[in-house]
């Protein structure tokens, strides 16, 4: 996800496997050290952060090397279940233990078990709340995003409790909505026309932003094929930004898929 007009981030997605659920949102496959390079070439020369993401990016053998080179580079956010925080690597991030540059951020959907493992998998939260812990006790900063439904709205309030419990400070935690894209039949319908765009790469091509990013459930976002320069993609992205605003002189908003 390069960044385009206004939005700095360049998100990476380091595996092809995905959460259960209804909340999935897709971006980039980066499966080498050589892909993440010439990403972050390019975010770098713009002043972007980067984002890693999936799928479950702690599924990634090399997933600690591609952390410490981008969080070198940049101010970098990984955005994981939070469940795979344990054994070997645990011990593979706990050699980035106390680096500012490097931000965790994982999902909590309830105040209770009952509530996020119905749509995250049986014994889901639990096993998120040990990752935060272990990414707080590593001195990483920690962001936490709830997607909101008519079943967790009450729970927001308890599940800031129960974060600021953790460690997770009031600004490490967002409230955002669900979208109607990808798995979810229901939820905010953004597209083109009515979201900010961030520029996203996928072995599809290239997209209007992350949670568009599948042409086969989201052809409406695909700007381009496969093999598509970047900075063609970032023209691209620009050119079609302007045109439209020029054509009706509103301005949609932004949808972070990184917090």
């Known amino acids: 996800m390069l960044d385009s007009p206004g939005l700095p981030a360049l998100a990476v997605e380091v595996d092809q496997l995905h959460n259960r659920g209804r909340y999935e949102e897709l971006s980039i496959k980066c499966k080498s050290l050589n892909t993440l390079i010439a990403g972050l070439k390019t975010a770098k020369e713009t002043r972007q952060q980067s984002a890693e993401n999936g799928g479950e990016p702690f599924l990634h053998p090399d997933i600690t090397s591609l952390l410490d080179y981008a969080s070198q580079r940049l101010p970098s956010v990984v955005l994981t279940n939070g469940m795979l925080l344990r054994r070997r690597r645990l011990e593979g991030l706990a050699r980035l233990a106390g680096r500012s540059t490097l931000t965790i951020q ?41 997607t909101q439904t008519p ?57 209007w932003h992350p949670a568009g990013a599948d042409a086969a459930t989201s052809p409406d976002m695909l700007l381009a094929g496969p093999g598509t320069p970047l900075a063609a993609g970032k023209r691209l992205v620009a050119e079609r930004f302007f045109t439209a605003r020029l054509a009706d002189g509103s301005l949609p908003r932004p949808y972070q898929c990184a917090i």
């Open 106 to 146: 994982t999902s909590l959907d309830g105040a209770c078990a009952q509530t996020h493992d119905a749509h995250r998998g049986a014994g889901s939260w639990a096993r998120t709340l040990d990752g935060i812990r272990q990414a707080t006790a590593l001195g990483l900063p920690v962001r936490v995003a709830l």
């Open 151 to 207: 079943e967790n709205t009450a729970e927001i309030p308890k599940v800031a409790s129960l974060l600021a419990s953790l460690g997770v400070p009031p600004e490490g935690f967002a409230v955002r909505p669900l979208l109607r894209r990808g798995l979810s039949p229901t939820g905010l319908d953004i597209g083109a026309d009515t979201t900010i765009p961030e520029l996203t790469v996928s072995t599809d091509g290239l997209h």
